[in-house]
């Protein structure tokens, strides 16, 4: 009985294993690009506890524009590459940008209250644009 819970609990660790390799974007760390053509104007929404798009696109000299739906968030660069302005911990209705993104790069963000800087794609409330 012991051996059978132990052989199945080492599938079950195959399984989540194999799962994580295949590739969500929110089991990695790791920045994913977006597919598609880079926009020349992006808006992201800021909702609870996530950013919608958490991956906007832009081209070289695109803006980003965020719109807070839902309150009590910020927009909080990483940094390296850094953006600004940033916006602090804002309620429904604020707007942060447009943000004009001059050089490419991938400028990932966070919120300073539902996520952490450097772990965007974990899951929590983090965000990253992607200039192409
Ligand atoms: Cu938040």
New binding site residues.
């Given amino acids: 009985m012991q051996r059978q819970f132990l052989s199945l609990a080492g599938a079950l660790l195959a399984l989540a294993g194999c799962g994580s390799v295949t590739g969500s974007s929110h089991t990695s760390g790791t920045p994913e690009p977006p597919s598609g053509t880079p926009a020349l104007a992006v808006t992201v929404e ?1 909702r ?2 996530y950013y919608n798009p958490t991956n906007p696109l832009v081209a070289v000299g695109g803006t980003v524009t965020w719109n807070w739906i839902d309150s ?3 927009v909080t660069s990483d940094g390296s590459p850094a953006f600004t302005p940033n916006a602090p ?1 804002s309620n429904a209705g604020t707007t942060l940008g447009p943000i004009v993104f001059a050089t490419a790069g991938t400028y990932s963000f966070h ?5 952490v800087a450097g772990t965007y794609g974990s899951g929590t ?1 983090t965000g990253a644009v992607f200039v192409q």
């Fill in positions: 800021v609870s506890n009590g968030h910020s911990v919120c300073s209250i539902h996520g409330m």
